[in-house]
């Protein structure tokens, strides 16, 4: 007993330096799936009910499955091999004799238990945190710890602390070899040659797995170091080859990049998706101290309220150059003029007090419709050329039209031309003409008697040049003058008139001068 007790006690010491020596520059990287029986998410098509048929895939091999609840089912259909576990409290009842309830209106349904397996290197399967983690955190959010992480980074590290939570199963694929600076599982930490060995335990195989069992089964290194370089360390993910592998699952997941919405986007080293912003690449001297310039960009940040929505993201590459990534969840414009900002400060004196001997800027352009489904505005030189163009046109449909008028080109517009004989009215345009009307003798109202008294308000006629049988008719000023005429139609004589051929007779307006008719 007291050597177990003694044991015991080494053991938490030991948690306690690595814990301690790792803190100031190592992350919390917990990982965030489970097999439980408890997690809606591992049941199709629905959580089981009381007096539910459970059923395990028979493809499913080496799962692990933990009664993290209550549960009265009428059946279970165990898997091919694996194991089931329970927690304290937690009770297994069979009755084929369950009554229906609210919740369950109709109990004995076949629903099936599918604990997905998930890879290492996804990194949508991990939450991280600077201190032990308590919640599942995504990247990028807006935390208390205000951590910014690529996809490469979000993955366990090099320097990491990885955590698998005491009250949950596993389904754990390992896509490559590993290295962390430590590994808790259950509370307990192992060293490398420890959690090999676990991983050919039943135990281990039920919950770690290999992507490939064909070959030589990857290596999992636990170094137990921390970072101790002030320039800060890199995380050992975005080599090619690793990033290769990180990108194609995270695409697998269906954990898809959103669109973008500038017209050249970027692509950080360590990132899978374009993003809009600015990206700016440091060269440093001995004197850079990392956290020291994570702390002056953040106090930019939150000093100045319209760049409060940007985001920094510094990360030290595998190259060894020093990475800022600024984005501002939109079309990247803020984080641009931010940039613009800090690059100008760095080059005007703060970076020699920092240690950055040479600073360069990438742009991701400026704003455009969105490269996903979403449809965004249009741009806006787009715009401005649509309306230039509108403009011309209809300023030279104006002067054209202004131009034929003046010249008077277009043969509808002319005026036509009248001759009067002594027994025809000739009217003629450029198209054609009309004459021989016939003998005008005047015509009879049908309204009257053949007497007639007509009364006109007379206008002032007018000649415009011409002898009597070439004469354009033209409108005068009204006339001040009344004409009363008194007309019998058996005393009308003379070709002074036409015939209108609605009726028999004709009125003739007695003067022989030429007369203004329109």
């Known amino acids: 007993m007291a050597t177990r007790t003694s044991c015991t006690i080494y053991i938490l010491l030991v948690v306690a330096v690595v814990l301690v020596a790792c803190a100031e520059s190592s992350l919390y990287k917990s990982w965030s799936k489970n097999t439980n029986f408890g997690d809606e998410a591992n049941w199709d098509p629905r959580p089981p009910c009381s007096g539910d048929i459970i059923s395990f895939p028979a493809t499913t091999d080496h799962v692990s499955i933990l009664l993290d609840v209550g549960a009265t089912v009428k059946e279970m259909v165990l898997p091919l091999n694996g194991e089931m576990m329970f927690t304290n409290n937690a009770e297994l009842i069979f009755n084929d004799n369950v009554p229906s309830t609210l919740a369950c209106p109709f109990p004995g349904a076949e ?79 192992y060293t490398s040659t420890e959690f090999s060995e676990f991983l050919n335990s039943d135990d281990g195989q039920n919950q770690f797995s290999y992507a490939d069992d064909s070959g030589s089964r990857p290596v999992v290194l636990i170094t137990g170091q921390s970072c101790t370089d002030v320039t800060g360390c890199n995380c050992g993910n975005d080599r090619q080859e690793i990033r290769d592998v990180i990108c194609r699952l995270k695409e697998e997941s269906d954990d898809t990049c959103p669109g973008t919405m500038c017209t050249e986007p970027i692509l950080a080293s360590g990132d899978c998706c374009d993003t809009c912003g600015a990206l700016l690449i440091l060269q440093y001297n001995s004197d850079f101290v990392m956290n020291d310039f994570k702390q002056m960009i953040q106090n930019k940040i939150s000093s100045q309220a319209q760049y409060i929505s940007v985001d920094a993201t510094v990360s030290k590459m595998w190259t060894g150059d020093i ?86 080109s277009f043969k509808w517009w002319k005026r036509g031309q009248a001759t009067i004989t002594d027994d025809t009215v000739t009217y003629s345009r450029e198209s054609g003409q009309v004459d021989g009307l016939a003998s005008v003798r005047g015509f009879d109202n049908p309204m009257y008697q053949t007497t007639t008294e007509v009364k006109l308000e007379a206008e002032t006629l007018g000649a415009t040049g011409g002898s009597d049988d070439d004469i354009y008719a033209t409108v005068a000023k009204p006339a001040k003058r009344r004409i009363v005429a008194d007309i019998n139609m058996s005393d009308v004589s003379g070709d002074l008139g036409f015939q209108n051929p609605v009726y028999d007779a004709a009125t003739v307006l007695d003067d022989d001068t030429q007369d203004t008719f329109f």
């Open 111 to 189: 629903v099936t238990f599918t604990p997905h397996a998930r890879h290492w290197f996804d990194p949508g399967n991990w939450a991280f945190s600077r201190n032990l983690p308590t919640s599942d955190r995504r990247k990028r959010d807006i935390t208390s710890d205000n951590i910014n992480l690529l996809d490469t980074e979000i993955v366990p590290c090099v320097h990491d602390i990885v955590s698998f939570p005491t009250d949950s199963a596993f389904n754990v694929i390992i896509d490559s070899d590993i290295t962390v600076s430590a590994i808790s599982y259950k509370g307990r930490m």
């Open 323 to 408: 990475q800022v990534l600024l984005e501002d969840q939109g079309d990247g414009v803020l984080a641009d003029q931010f940039g613009s900002m800090l690059k100008y400060d760095i080059d005007n004196g703060i970076g020699h007090g920092n240690g950055i001997s040479g600073v360069t800027m990438k742009h991701s352009g400026g704003a455009t419709r969105p490269s996903g489904g979403e449809k965004g505005p249009l741009n806006e030189g787009l715009v401005t050329a649509i309306i230039l163009v509108i403009l011309m046109v209809a300023i030279i449909c104006i002067l054209g039209f202004l131009y034929v008028r003046r010249k008077g």
